[in-house]
């Protein structure tokens, strides 16, 4: 018997690795959630997982956000939402989000409130996991982008193919956000919905230049022709070489902040520490308090970190989310004001 044609078979064996490979643990009442918006790589992605999930004993729904930024975005996500019921997704809910303006850029505004609602739904249905759809196309924009911004060895890793949603939405605690296509590329999804009789969303908004991330996704085209067809492939590679990098820094910093305990911290002994490990430990402590870890940027960190090294008095510093950084003599301190 013939087996799938290979753009299917190719995301259902991504969606199989990842699930396989998640910490995803025991759960009384196994649910994941695939983010769908209708385009061709969250449809992929809901088809194999509708295919995948319930052969490992798990059930699989599907939330589909409305931003509401297009006019015919209401008609977009009943589509989606139809689509995904037809692939046996339950549940599969379309939820409307509220995108407030803060000056950061559609993008990121978008973002921060597709993952607060993903967050939110995946904590009122119990939710062990929710999927997205970035793929290696994907990994090489943010990856240029990175670089285009002078971003550290963090921004610079790309996505991880897992992490806590908690650190990209509060109210999700014990959530994983997992990414199984990046590895796949957008040609490989979209032939997928093609084999699969399915009928991708294609958003305006990927041929908008007001976008960073189509400026990015141009540039690479540019240079790809240029410098020729591994570019997408070796930005990739190298975001993966670095991410174990950033993880091995991470795991010094969490050594550090268990030794050092709660804030505030004597300026000795964190000075004997690397700055690669003080900027994480900044990090940390803001999450901490409150910080939302979508808004801290790097220009935070070596701020606070400037408390130690170029001290002459300042302070206090404003971190976002109402968190504060201090120095009072040899202490210096990182939580929300009394």
């Known amino acids: 018997m013939p087996g799938p044609p290979p753009a299917v078979a190719a995301v259902r064996v ?15 009442s196994p649910l994941l959630l695939v983010a769908c918006s209708g385009g061709a790589d969250s449809l992929a992605l809901a088809a194999a997982t509708a295919f995948v999930a319930p052969r490992l004993g798990w059930r699989a729904g ?80 943010q990856v240029l982008l990175g670089l285009a911004r002078g971003s550290g060895a963090r921004s610079l890793s790309g996505m991880p193919p897992c992490r806590p949603l908690g650190e990209e939405a509060p109210g999700a605690d014990g959530v994983l956000l997992l990414r199984p296509l990046l590895g796949l590329t957008r040609r490989q999804t979209w032939q997928a919905c093609l084999d699969l009789g399915l009928e991708p969303w294609q958003d305006p908004h990927n041929d908008d230049p007001r976008y960073a991330r189509v400026r990015a996704r141009r540039a690479i085209s540019d240079l790809q022709a240029d410098l020729g067809p591994g570019l997408v492939l070796g930005l990739t590679r190298s975001a993966e070489l670095l991410r174990d990098d950033a993880e091995a820094l991470d795991e010094a910093a969490r050594t550090a902040y268990r030794q050092l305990g709660d804030p505030p911290w004597q300026v000795g002994r964190l000075l004997d520490l690397p700055r690669a490990v003080r900027t994480r430990l900044w990090r940390r402590a803001s999450l901490a308090a409150g910080s939302p870890g979508t808004d801290l940027t790097s220009e935070h960190l070596l701020a606070v970190d400037d408390l130690l090294t170029r001290w002459r008095g300042q302070g206090p510093l404003h971190l976002p989310g109402g968190v504060r950084a201090s120095r009072d003599g040899d202490r210096v301190w990182v939580g929300r004001p009394s």
């Open 62 to 141: 599907a939330t589909v956000v409305d931003h509401g930024l297009q006019e015919d975005s209401a008609e977009v996500a009943e589509r989606a939402e139809r689509q995904c019921r037809g692939l046996g997704l339950d549940p599969v809910e379309v939820v409307r989000a509220r995108v407030e303006v803060t000056g950061e850029g559609p993008e990121a505004d978008a973002r921060r409130a597709r993952y607060a609602v993903l967050a939110a739904r995946a904590h009122a249905l119990g939710a062990r996991a929710v999927l997205v759809g970035h793929t290696r196309d994907d990994q090489a924009e």
């Open 14 to 28: 991504a969606v199989r690795r990842a699930l396989t490979g998640a910490p995803l643990g025991e759960h009384p």
